[in-house]
């Protein structure tokens, strides 16, 4: 059902990060892309974009950290240890950048895989 014009609503900020996010990691528009279409905004509405890129490309980096301290943590398990149950490789994939640096200290000491995983 369309809105009447006397019932719509202006976008907040909010609105347009929500939007941005959706923009840059849904609908995969390039940002140089979306940077040519902004030229005709309120400066508000760029800096809402530009924020929300570039807060998406920290978390992208951030995860792709975490990712990459996981396949570590994992090799290293898998190597000292021999190959991981299920439930092991399950734990380390789900795991907190916390609970991998914890898991990384305690590896080289470890007798056993439980020495490592089990606080």
């Not at 279409?37 to 929300?52: G, I, K």
């Amino acid at each position: 059902m369309r809105r009447q014009n006397s019932e719509k609503r202006s976008l907040s900020l909010d609105d347009l990060a929500m939007a941005a996010t959706y923009i840059y990691s849904v609908a995969g528009i390039r940002k140089e892309v979306v940077a040519m279409s902004l030229n005709a905004f309120d400066p508000r509405v760029r800096e809402v974009f530009v924020t929300t890129a570039e807060r998406l490309r920290v978390e992208g980096r951030l995860e792709g950290r975490l990712e990459a301290q996981r396949e570590v943590v994992l090799m290293m398990l898998e190597l000292k240890f021999g190959p991981l149950a299920p439930v092991q490789s399950e734990a380390v994939r789900f795991a907190t950048g916390e609970e991998l640096d914890f898991w990384l200290h305690r590896i080289l000491d470890a007798r056993q895989i439980d020495d490592v995983l089990v606080a």
